[in-house]
């Protein structure tokens, strides 16, 4: 027989006939093997963030007795940080705590046995009969060695039904996780004593479901908070309240300083609001408390609905942002996003916590289909949200470097949108520090459209600024009035005909 066999075989015995067994060291043991449902937790509140960082505050009545005593505060996270314990009661003050992680389970059953005498069950599979031998367990390394008189086994799978019955369950394993607490009390008697702690294993994130209405430009948003629990512990009936940030845990800052920033996802774009929401903050997060109090089960998933408006003004925009000098060897769909705002008037009217939100729209027969996915971060109240769905089936742009020629520096003057004056008089000076080479740039952008209507496509044009040296670029000439976002980019809009075919041309004088 295996050791992964021989501590499975285990585990029936131990539980059967372990209450009748156990050493009086662990008193409670039995009743905890005989209901796993029960529970030492008091009045717990559970605030989680979205590190995966949970705060757990547990009220529990307790008899404390006067002078030195022990109190062992079982069912707390089996991933607790003893270190950040915080222990309060009435005329008491804490003198040192332990914290039990070794818990009862039929590997460390069987590796707290080394060295104890344990009994090993035979049973003849032909004739049901059963066997008894008192054997000392050896080892648990790779496998379980024992010694049963004056010979060395190994227990191992050879089609004999073994089970390894203890004789007492070790004193320092715990049915479940338990925190030993020595205070010093001035006097005895029952009232309320506090413990909080922090505990990785619990988190939560958000889930938008948004369903997309074209004809009526309009969006219908639900909002889902879904709870995560891997703690190796339930919180009973706990008054949950979740955090929207994410506090630092001493791993450093995740902001770029003084270096490159990289730029957002494609098909992602987030303009940040100046509008506060209507909810709770602690410091510079936002609180999203649960209505009712509510059990969160380990090795559980919970979802819970924190928001639910509908109508909200949407559209749709096509787009596709173009490198400098990409040179397309075949058209690239453009990317289908919705555009939406979470302001207080015309919006969801609240702060949206970093999540996936997912889109939907009807078919023809009214049924909701999923059209596309994508994430946010933490947004305020009031921002402006462009999030891609997915690539557009009957629209492409292609964009190509149709010319590139170098000028020469008088050549580069006359594309100057600027003149000096001085007193009236116009000045011009120059003075010549190193050689620069000056470059016109033709990009073509040939956009197609299949639908039977016209569509406008915002097309952006990025790579442009190369540093502090190369902004001083010039737009020498463009088929379509271009906007420009910033030093790095610069967007038109066109409108190409239904079922139809454009070509936009744009001349760039660069340094580049």
Do not use: C
Request: aromatic share 8%; hydrophobic share 35%.
């Amino acid at each position: 027989m295996t050791f992964r066999s021989a501590i499975f075989a285990a585990t029936a015995t131990v539980t059967a006939s372990a209450a009748a067994l156990v050493a009086p060291a662990a008193p409670g043991l039995a009743q905890e093997l005989i209901d796993p449902d029960a529970t030492a937790q008091g009045d717990v509140s559970v605030t989680i963030y979205n590190n995966g960082l949970g705060l757990v505050q547990d009220v529990r009545q307790l008899d404390i007795a006067s002078g030195r005593s022990t109190i062992a505060f079982p069912d707390v996270s089996a991933q607790i940080r003893p270190e950040t314990l915080s222990f309060a009661a009435d005329g008491t003050g804490i003198v040192e705590q332990n914290f039990d992680f070794d818990l009862l389970t039929p590997t460390k059953l069987m590796e707290k046995a080394i060295g104890q005498t344990v009994t090993l069950v035979r049973t003849n599979p032909a004739t049901g009969q059963e066997t008894r031998e008192r054997a000392t367990v050896l080892s648990t390394a790779g496998g379980v060695v024992i010694q049963v008189g004056d010979r060395i086994e190994v227990l191992r799978d050879d089609g004999l039904p073994v089970r390894v019955i203890f004789d007492r369950v070790p004193p320092n394993l715990r049915a479940r996780p338990t925190l030993s607490v020595t205070v010093e009390s001035r006097r005895g008697g029952t009232r309320p004593a506090s413990i909080r702690y922090l505990t990785p294993g619990l988190g939560w994130s958000s889930d938008y479901v948004a369903l997309y209405d074209e004809g009526k430009a309009t969006i219908d948003m639900q909002g889902w908070v879904t709870l995560t629990n891997g703690t190796g512990t339930t919180f009973h009936a706990a008054n949950t309240l979740l955090v929207a940030g994410d506090p630092s845990s001493g791993g450093g800052s995740r902001v770029y300083r003084g270096g490159y920033v990289p730029p957002p996802p494609p098909g992602r774009a987030m303009t940040p609001g100046t509008e506060t929401a209507e909810r709770e903050r602690l410091g510079d997060f936002y609180l999203y408390p649960i209505a009712e109090r509510t059990t969160i089960a380990n090795n559980q998933t919970k979802q819970v609905s924190f928001l639910d408006v509908q109508g909200v003004p949407a559209r749709k925009i096509y787009g596709r942002t173009v490198d400098w000098l990409a040179s397309d060897a075949q058209p690239v769909n453009v990317l289908s996003q919705i555009a939406f705002s979470s302001s207080r008037e015309g919006g969801l009217g609240d702060a949206l916590p970093a999540g996936t939100v997912r889109f939907y729209q009807r078919d023809r027969q009214g049924n909701p289909q999923f059209i596309g996915e994508n994430m946010i971060g933490h947004t305020p109240m009031g921002s402006e949200l462009t999030l891609s769905t997915g690539d557009a089936f009957d629209i492409f742009v292609q964009a190509e470097v149709e010319s590139r020629d170098r000028i020469t520096a008088d050549e580069w003057e006359t594309y100057k949108r600027y003149q000096v004056f001085e007193d009236g008089q116009l000045v011009r000076e120059a003075q010549v520090q190193y050689a620069v080479s000056y470059w016109r740039t033709t990009m073509r952008y040939t956009l197609t459209n299949a639908k039977p209507e016209p569509v406008e496509v915002e097309l952006i044009q990025g790579g442009l600024d190369r540093g502090w040296w190369s902004r001083d670029f010039r737009v020498a000439s463009e088929d379509v009035p271009g906007v420009q976002l910033n030093a790095d980019r610069r967007k038109y809009v066109v409108t190409v005909p239904a079922n139809g075919k454009r070509e936009v041309r744009v001349t760039y004088a660069t340094r580049y």
